[in-house]
């Protein structure tokens, strides 16, 4: 209580930045720059890589509070998020909101100014499955695992659009690597974690069906994870290269 007392904004300021989840933005953005690379080849943009890079932070940055403000009772269940700035009340539910709606708003605004249009719609795609979609659905039903890996795989999109400014086969098989990666990995946290989900009444697939149930769609997953990354390699077209076989939607054909 001294500490807080003392260094109130310190306190404060930590308090803000557990709300966005650090690691979280950072493993997406590992991914943001793949993509940027892979469109990039031999000619990276370090303007544009650094544009790209603050405009996505802010928008996972915004749903990662989201997140956090829909979990609050979720998470006071669970021994490892009982601690959260949500649950014990460091920040109040309204200030959390205006915070995360500022930082979406930039965020997309740093996109759409600075990097291109199609970039800004594949990072609020990513978003709204996340905060609307993933946040819900997963106390509904094990598919909401499925559901989380699509906003998951949407970071390297971007990263790959804000160079190409381009949807092509590319794209898809990007997004085909990072969502199918995912389902293994969201499935052996779900077995780590097995008390904490019970406890909290989540329907995870090694609650919902079992462990080896499981088991079998962690292998169907990393065999899908495989296609995708040799298919990427076989059929990866150059940036500059249309062809008919690799079907393409600019951002000036996007309807706004």
């Given at each position: 209580m001294q500490k807080a007392i003392k260094l109130p904004l310190t306190f404060t300021f930590k308090n803000y930045l557990i709300l966005t989840k650090?690691?979280?933005?950072?493993?997406?953005l590992v991914t943001a720059t793949a993509g940027f690379a892979l469109a990039s080849r031999r000619d990276l943009q370090i303007s544009l890589f650094l544009s790209m890079i603050i405009g996505?932070?802010?928008v996972i940055a915004s749903a990662c509070i989201f997140n956090n403000y829909i979990?609050?009772?979720?998470?006071?269940?669970?021994?490892?998020t009982q601690?959260?700035?949500?649950?014990?009340?460091f920040i109040s539910n309204k200030n959390a909101i205006i915070f995360a709606l500022f930082l979406l708003s930039g965020g997309l605004f740093f996109l759409l100014n600075f990097v291109n249009l199609l970039s800004t719609i594949t990072a609020l795609f990513g978003f709204?499955?996340?905060?609307?979609?993933?946040?819900?659905?997963k106390y509904q039903t094990s598919l909401g695992t499925l559901i989380g890996s699509f906003a998951g795989a949407a970071p390297p999109v971007v990263g790959y659009c804000?160079?190409?400014?381009?949807?092509?086969?590319a794209t898809l098989l990007i997004f085909l690597m990072v969502a199918t990666w995912q389902m293994p990995h969201f499935y052996a946290i779900a077995i780590y974690r097995l008390k904490d989900y019970a406890l909290g009444s989540i329907p995870v697939l090694p609650i919902h069906k079992g462990m080896h149930r499981t088991k079998i769609h962690m292998a169907f997953y990393v065999i899908a994870f495989i296609l995708a990354s040799y298919s990427l390699s076989f059929f990866?077209?150059?940036?500059t290269m249309h062809t008919e076989w690799c079907p393409i939607i600019r951002a000036s054909e996007v309807v706004t």
């Open positions: 650090p690691g979280i933005i950072f493993g997406n996505l932070s802010l979990d609050r009772d979720l998470d006071s269940k669970m021994p490892r601690k959260r700035p949500l649950v014990k009340k709204v499955v996340y905060v609307f979609f993933y946040s819900f659905s804000s160079v190409a400014n381009q949807f092509n086969l990866l077209p150059h940036p």
